[in-house]
């Protein structure tokens, strides 16, 4: 069974920093591409950072660029999602996605798999 386990959000204010974990389990790790999503009350849910952890081939919305970080750690089975310099809008509930993949899908439709999410706000 196909699991994904979001961990690390929380408070914080602008400016500061906080480690998104996702912990996977139940498929071959390194044939996926795994996704960080978030979704604000009253919008859609967007794409903000994918990995392949096959390659490590990476994608970034823009206006996470250079702020967040995304890696991952093939022998723990995790992805992680490093955001700094936060800023109000970020604020969200973020979700980790799966697909068994060759590259690095922007879109929440190619992802098969989803955690629960876990919520980040940022105060200013």
């Known amino acids: 069974e196909v699991q994904l386990v979001e961990s690390g959000g929380g408070l914080v204010q602008a400016g500061g920093s906080l480690r998104l974990s996702c912990a996977a389990s139940g498929f071959n790790f390194d044939d996926y591409s795994i996704a960080w999503f978030r979704q604000a009350p009253g919008k859609e849910r967007e794409g903000v950072s994918s990995?392949?952890?096959?390659?490590?081939?990476?994608y970034y919305v823009d206006s996470v660029k250079g702020r967040f970080t995304i890696s991952s750690d093939n022998a723990k089975n995790t992805v992680y999602l490093q955001m700094n310099s936060l800023k109000p809008e970020d604020t969200a509930v973020y979700y980790c996605?799966?697909?068994?993949?060759?590259?690095?899908?922007?879109?929440?439709?190619?992802?098969?798999?989803w955690g629960q999410g876990t919520q980040v706000t940022v105060s200013s």
């Open positions: 996605a799966a697909t068994y993949t060759d590259y690095v899908p922007r879109f929440r439709w190619k992802y098969d798999y």
């Open positions: 990995i392949r952890n096959g390659d490590g081939t990476t």
